[in-house]
């Protein structure tokens, strides 16, 4: 699912709150963003279209949707997709970055280990 970066903070807002209507939030993002009513509508209206949202209930006029997809279905091929553009085919300089640059702490150090481990095992 291929999401634009308004549609992506979107989403954020769907999967912290859970369930919101689009004057919910435009008053949380509308300001921020500096756009108007129509403009979060058009949005929200979009990632309904493309099965990101769904609606859940009505109250009077207003619409209450919630979010279908799950993060890590949005984050993967954005993630593979960015490592590409950035790195190529060599990630050698993202894992020389993370291990030198990044203060990892001894947790994710060590999700990092058994990452490999999982990975060299995979191979054999």
Excluded: C
């Amino acid at each position: 699912m291929r999401l634009s970066d308004f549609e992506l903070d979107v989403m954020a807002h769907f999967w912290e709150h859970k369930q919101l209507s689009a004057p919910e939030l435009h008053q949380q993002i509308g300001e921020s963003r500096g756009v108007t009513y129509s403009t979060v509508k058009t949005i929200v209206d979009r990632l309904e279209a493309k099965g990101a949202i769904e609606r859940t209930e009505t109250r009077g006029k207003t619409i209450y949707y919630r979010p279908v997809v799950n993060r890590e279905r949005v984050r993967k091929p954005l993630v593979k997709t960015f490592l590409r553009r950035v790195f190529g085919n060599d990630l050698r300089p993202l894992f020389a970055q993370l291990l030198r640059e990044e203060k990892l702490s001894d947790e994710e150090i060590d999700y990092l280990k058994r990452l490999i481990a999982e990975a060299d095992k995979s191979k054999r």
